[in-house]
């Protein structure tokens, strides 16, 4: 069988970070060719590599048999090598005839000749079962008709070897299958497919075989009908995962958080906890479920200072912390892991080691008479680096720099190191790989183990249920329900979080009547 | 090709490619470019009276630079360098004026009224940015007028309707007559010394204080610094209170070194807005303000012998002075060009 794509023993190196060690990837013709890894294994290195974006220190590419030196992106254009990008590049108030041409115009006598283009557009659009109207305007159109814009763009500058960078992260269920099925088609109509990825069901699903990258070296490759979940799992981690997250029983003792009668308002002046009471206890984990935007966002900012509380009481281990600043709040031993850890979780532009100081900077021995010592930040930042596993050059690289997963664990060291009472973490598996899911959760269990209360909050009921101990459902501002996660099932779980409690269904149906 | 290397050679190639522009711009013009640089020398380096009013000119670059880079580290933008400098320049001049004190006391005090006035000038833009989110480019560019007027409408009242203050008290001055022997009687004073010091001023509160963490916490990210428990509001006043200080000790040097009296104004001093450019420059760091301040004001000088020693006029030299200027600020692609030659090679 002939490969369109040999990537042999590449290697590439950062510095003295090895991203890439010896990798071998061989793509068939016609095949869709799944490449796993989890957050950071370097995925995106090598690929990046084979589109000419960096040169590799070591190892040879061939395309289509023949050894080749892709020195930037335009040679690998013209080796028909072509990327949908995660993150979409395009002009939001252009066409998408004018997105697909940008850079590659056909012009006639100085003039763009829009309509021949819009016309091929709209063949290379039915050829392939793509559906897109040459014609919209890119901000009219849904997030997955511009990932087909994406793809459209690699065939007009005619690619037939298409790499595919996680290209479900921002898509709809429904959106995912009928790309499944436009990746079919593609390689039915002769192309093959690179799919980056870190979900095991989508690699089941679409491909024919599957390498696997472990932290920058190859672990391997194995054909998808002869391999499941559970092995591709471990081979891409390194060990045995578990999908059910174990835990022995739970030992609530006394009240940690005591919420009574709490209302808030966002920042339009809309109620949006409409008189809420929830306790959270030493020693258990308690699952906020619900649909996003049922208060959760404004319950966590209340309980944690960031949001002034309009009516109603929240007490910390006894003491009363309604209405104080953030750092009262923490300093009354609360940690919050932040539903959005990009924005609020992190400072981007700072060394992930500043970032682990960032809440314990001011305090002995990192800060002492207002003069602070850079040498105490870097050494805790390497403690809690290598305890929480966080994979990054140094503790000098940028927060910025370092993949999701672990960031997030950076954010969990720095929060759980300061030994808080309660745990806040909201969302805090948002986009990460089972690797570091399964990372945060046994965490979390930890923390509950040791005694410590553990408010979770997530709008994954898979989460909900295999974490928590006690799950209280939101709804519309109130907490409406609780349920123990073995007395429930998803479908009772879905009806409660949609408002349907067994109470109110009752009184509504009368009511209705 | 080491970082080490390629960090030496852009700005010298950008010193030396702004050069060559600005000669091909005197050529084209007709004027002699060779005898243009041979006068702009001889106008930084040329005997030490020159080189000692070069270091003049340097002082309150610097200071100016120093206050723009402070507060584009928290995050802001201060435009009111200007505006700031001019009320620092008149409340130093003031106490110069208005009393008579022992040297020890004298000179310090003024210098710290011309720090208040300018913090004070930085403080409203602070407090309305953080209280009500008032954008402070708007704020500030408006607070410089303000000063302008303000200042002009002071002279007057404090002198009784003249347009200029009496000389300061020498014992408010910072006029040194060893400095000026060892420059063959130019105006250096010991305002670079100042200057330096508060060089030194900004690395450690950005560097070595908690302050300074949650300045630049602040500046790069407002709502992680928030959720980490940080004033945000606070930081925010901090930074333009500290920035206008150093802005208002630029003033400071003028009048208590360079001119040793406040005169009223009809424009700008533009000090304050090179202060902008010399912190960009500098990319905001306190050696690389010293260093963009060096270059701001020995072109400043300097340039001011080429009409009279090669005949060409202020506007050719103004061209030129701004081109150099460019072609630093623009060394990034200076820089893009040198690694992709780089790459090029190894590639090969």
């Known amino acids: 069988m002939e490969y369109v794509i040999e990537m042999l023993n590449i290697r590439k190196e950062f510095g003295s970070f090895v991203?890439?060690?010896?990798?071998?990837?061989?793509?068939?013709?016609?095949?869709?060719?799944?490449?796993?890894?989890?957050?950071?294994?370097?995925?995106?290195?090598?690929?990046?590599?084979?589109?000419?974006?960096?040169?590799?220190?070591?190892?040879?590419?061939?395309?289509?048999?023949?050894?080749?030196?892709?020195?930037?992106p335009n040679v690998a254009n013209k080796l028909g090598i072509g990327m949908v990008h995660q993150h979409f590049m395009l002009v939001e108030n252009f066409t998408v005839t004018e997105n697909i041409i940008l850079g590659n115009e056909m012009t006639k006598?100085?003039?763009?000749?829009?309509?021949?283009?819009?016309?091929?557009?709209?063949?290379l659009s039915e050829q392939y079962g793509l559906n897109v109207d040459p014609n919209a305007k890119i901000e009219d159109i849904s997030v997955g008709m511009q990932q087909r814009v994406e793809i459209l763009k690699t065939l007009y500058r005619g690619a037939d070897i298409l790499i595919f960078d996680e290209p479900t992260a921002s898509l709809t269920p429904q959106e995912i299958t009928e790309l499944i099925q436009i990746m079919q088609r593609l390689v039915q109509e002769g192309k093959s497919i690179i799919l980056i990825t870190h979900k095991l069901k989508e690699i089941m699903d679409v491909s024919d075989r599957v390498t696997i990258i472990r932290k920058g070296q190859g672990v391997g490759t194995v054909v998808t009908a002869e391999t499941n979940p559970n092995e591709l799992a471990s081979l891409m981690v390194g060990r045995q995962v578990e999908f059910k997250t174990v835990k022995g029983e739970a030992f609530p003792k006394d009240t940690v958080l005591l919420i009574e009668d709490l209302t808030v308002a966002d920042y339009r002046g809309v109620e949006k906890v409409k008189g809420l009471n929830l306790e959270v206890r030493h020693g258990e984990i308690v699952g906020i479920a619900g649909i996003d935007g049922n208060g959760q966002t404004e319950l966590i900012e209340a309980i944690t200072g960031l949001r002034k509380v309009k009516g109603g009481k929240i007490t910390i281990s006894g003491k009363d912390v309604t209405g104080k600043k953030p750092r009262k709040v923490t300093e009354a031993g609360v940690g919050h892991i932040p539903q959005d850890r990009h924005k609020h979780g992190l400072v981007l532009d700072f060394p992930i080691g500043h970032n682990i100081a960032l809440q314990t900077y001011y305090q002995a021995p990192i800060s002492k008479g207002g003069v602070i010592h850079y040498e105490k930040i870097a050494e805790q930042a390497k403690r809690i680096i290598e305890k929480y596993d966080v994979r990054t050059q140094s503790e000098a690289t940028p927060a910025r720099a370092l993949s999701g997963g672990n960031q997030q664990k950076a954010i969990i060291g720095r929060e759980v190191e300061r030994d808080p009472d309660l745990l806040i973490a909201a969302l805090p598996t948002r986009g990460l790989d089972v690797g570091a899911i399964e990372f945060i959760?046994?965490?979390?269990?930890?923390?509950?183990?040791?005694?410590?209360?553990?408010?979770?909050?997530?709008?994954?009921?898979?989460?909900?249920?295999?974490?928590?101990?006690?799950?209280?459902?939101?709804?519309?501002?109130?907490?409406?329900?609780?349920?123990?996660?073995?007395?429930?099932?998803?479908?009772?779980?879905?009806?409660?979080?949609?408002?349907?409690?067994?109470?109110?269904?009752k009184a509504g149906a009368n009511e209705h009547v | 090709m080491s970082n080490r290397t390629t960090n030496l050679l852009v700005p010298v190639l950008a010193v030396v490619l702004g050069l060559l522009v600005g000669a091909i711009i005197m050529w084209v013009s007709g004027y002699d470019a060779i005898a243009g640089y041979a006068a702009l020398w001889d106008g930084i380096f040329g005997d030490l009276y020159r080189v000692g009013e070069t270091i003049r000119q340097i002082t309150p670059y610097i200071l100016a630079g120093l206050a723009v880079a402070f507060a584009f580290r928290a995050g802001l933008f201060n435009i009111g360098v200007e505006g700031q400098l001019i009320v620092g320049w008149f409340a130093a001049a003031y106490v110069g004026v208005a009393v008579e004190l022992p040297k020890v006391i004298h000179l310090p005090l003024a210098i710290l009224a011309a720090a208040a006035a300018g913090a004070l000038w930085g403080f409203i833009p602070g407090l309305l940015k953080a209280k009500f989110h008032v954008h402070e480019v708007i704020v500030t560019i408006m607070m410089n007028y303000i000063a302008l007027h303000v200042v002009n409408a002071l002279i007057e009242v404090v002198t009784g309707g003249s347009e200029r203050t009496e000389r300061i008290f020498p014992s408010a001055s910072l006029r040194s007559p060893f400095l000026e022997a060892l420059t063959d009687y130019s105006r250096l004073h010991y305002g670079i010394i100042v200057a330096l010091i508060m060089v030194v001023v900004m690395w450690f509160i950005l560097d070595k204080t908690t302050t300074g963490f949650e300045l630049k916490s602040v500046g790069f990210n407002q709502h992680a610094s928030q959720y980490a428990g940080m004033k945000v509001d606070r930081n925010i006043i901090l930074a333009m209170v500290i920035s206008g200080a150093f802005a208002g000790i630029g003033g400071a040097m003028e009048a208590l070194g360079t001119f040793e009296y406040v005169s009223s104004k009809g424009g700008f001093t533009g000090i304050g807005f090179d202060g902008i450019a010399v912190a960009l420059l500098g990319m905001n760091t306190p050696i690389g303000v010293v260093l963009g301040a060096t270059l701001f004001g020995s072109l400043k000088y300097g340039a001011l012998n080429m009409p009279n020693a090669a005949n060409i006029p202020v506007e050719i030299v103004g061209i030129v002075t701004a081109i150099i200027i460019y072609f630093v600020a623009a060394s990034y692609v200076i820089r893009l060009l040198i690694e992709r030659a780089a790459r090029k090679k190894e590639a090969k």
Do not use: C, W
């Open chain 1, 19 to 72: 991203a890439n060690d010896d990798i071998t990837l061989q793509v068939k013709k016609g095949e869709i060719h799944a490449l796993l890894g989890e957050n950071g294994a370097g995925k995106s290195t090598l690929m990046n590599v084979l589109f000419g974006l960096y040169q590799p220190e070591g190892g040879e590419i061939r395309v289509r048999g023949e050894a080749v030196n892709i020195t930037d």
């Open chain 1, 109 to 123: 006598a100085g003039i763009v000749d829009k309509r021949k283009a819009s016309k091929r557009v709209k063949k």
């Open chain 1, 441 to 505: 959760h046994s965490r979390l269990i930890e923390q509950r183990d040791r005694g410590k209360a553990v408010l979770l909050i997530s709008f994954e009921l898979d989460e909900v249920m295999n974490v928590s101990d006690r799950i209280a459902v939101i709804y519309d501002g109130q907490i409406i329900d609780e349920v123990l996660p073995q007395d429930t099932s998803e479908q009772e779980l879905g009806l409660l979080m949609a408002g349907q409690s067994d109470r109110k269904t």
